[in-house]
């Protein structure tokens, strides 16, 4: 992926990790391989990347964290999204379908 499509990717990192959320709990590593095989591959997102991003949507209290068990028996933080967060997730897909039909009419042009 270019540095072009990394920095857009940026900017929509907590958009993708609530939309992952909204389908239920899921542990740092299980958000990254849910977007990057929603993407076909396209998009994969990086520990250095992934985590302070969970951790600001924490403590903006957008997501809560708490201890389990991941499938392969490792103890891993789960987070899910809660009722803010599922808010806050709705207004973002709102805004970023606006921006995305801006941006599909301008290329059509």
Do not use: C
Request: net charge positive; glycine share 10%.
């Amino acid at each position: 992926m270019g540095r072009e499509s990394t920095e857009l990717f940026q900017g929509t990192l907590n958009l993708l990790i609530l939309k992952v959320l909204s389908r239920g709990a899921e542990h740092g590593w299980g958000i990254s391989q849910a977007i990057q095989a929603a993407s076909r591959d396209v998009l994969q997102v990086n520990q250095g990347s992934l985590y302070p991003a969970l951790r600001r949507l924490e403590k903006a209290g957008l997501v809560q964290a708490e201890w389990g068990v991941s499938t392969n028996n490792r103890r891993a933080r789960f987070y899910n999204l809660t009722d803010v967060g599922r808010n806050h997730l709705g207004e973002e897909l709102s805004t970023w379908q606006r921006f995305a039909g801006a941006v599909n009419l301008v290329l059509a042009a």
